[in-house]
């Protein structure tokens, strides 16, 4: 059975950074094609996918916020780790990550249960 | 990027009603497009991947098709567990998620 668990602060202030670990269970990173992704989703809004780090320590970054994002992982503890620098209040959003398949196109069939980030002086 | 314009952006519907939302991307994406539920205060849901195969455990009333740029989810007899907010995703060139459409009961 997959779970993942999404960990932080709830509380940030402007311009601060942000680090976000996802800790995951009932699959491997270091399986061929499997990726872990990240995705936002501000009070009362839609859903935005922010990054992925692929098995293979491949990464993939929003274009809109590829500058402000760094993903990371650790195999050996299954965990992977978002920071996003220069936070701002339009940052605040519940944060998810989830798991992809090995499937190159697959989607994100399991997702964490959301973590939820304020960012406010 | 690839957009993917979802719509309508909300509908309201009774228990035992069709219901179809259509999902358009700006260019074509085969057919890699996924369909989530979500609720509130809840993680999104995997419903349809690959615009027509059904995830596991979901209920077959349940269908998507389409192909290219054009894709629809249908839910043939609406039921009171699905109210709910849906969301189409494109994952041909990275990911993009629809603006969502919320369904609400008539």
């Known amino acids: 059975q997959i779970t993942l668990k999404e960990s932080g602060p709830t509380l940030v202030k402007p311009t601060q950074t942000l680090t976000l670990t996802c800790t995951f269970s009932g699959f491997s990173l270091s399986t061929n094609g499997v990726g872990v992704g990240w995705i936002r989703q501000p009070p009362g809004k839609a859903l935005e996918w922010l990054a992925l780090i692929y098995w293979d320590d491949g990464k993939r970054y929003s274009p809109s916020l590829q500058s402000r994002l760094t993903i990371t992982k650790d195999t050996s503890k299954n965990q992977v780790v978002l920071t996003m620098t220069n936070m701002d209040p339009v940052d605040t959003a519940t944060y998810y990550c989830?798991?992809?398949?090995?499937?190159?196109?697959?989607?994100?069939?399991?997702w964490g249960q959301g973590t939820m980030v304020t960012v406010s002086s | 990027d690839i957009q993917v314009t979802q719509s309508p952006s909300s509908l309201s519907a009774s228990v035992g009603d069709r219901v179809t939302i259509t999902c358009r991307a700006s260019q074509s994406i085969s057919s890699y497009l996924n369909w989530y539920q979500q609720k509130p205060g809840k993680a999104p849901k995997l419903l349809i991947y690959?615009?027509?195969s059904l995830q596991s455990g979901v209920p077959s009333r349940f269908t998507g098709s389409g192909s290219g740029t054009d894709f629809t989810l249908t839910i043939s007899s609406l039921q009171p567990e699905d109210f709910a907010t849906y969301y189409c995703q494109q994952s041909y060139s990275s990911w993009t998620f629809g603006q969502g459409t919320k369904v609400e009961i008539k």
């Open positions: 989830a798991h992809k398949g090995p499937g190159f196109y697959d989607p994100f069939d399991i």
């Open positions: 690959a615009a027509s």
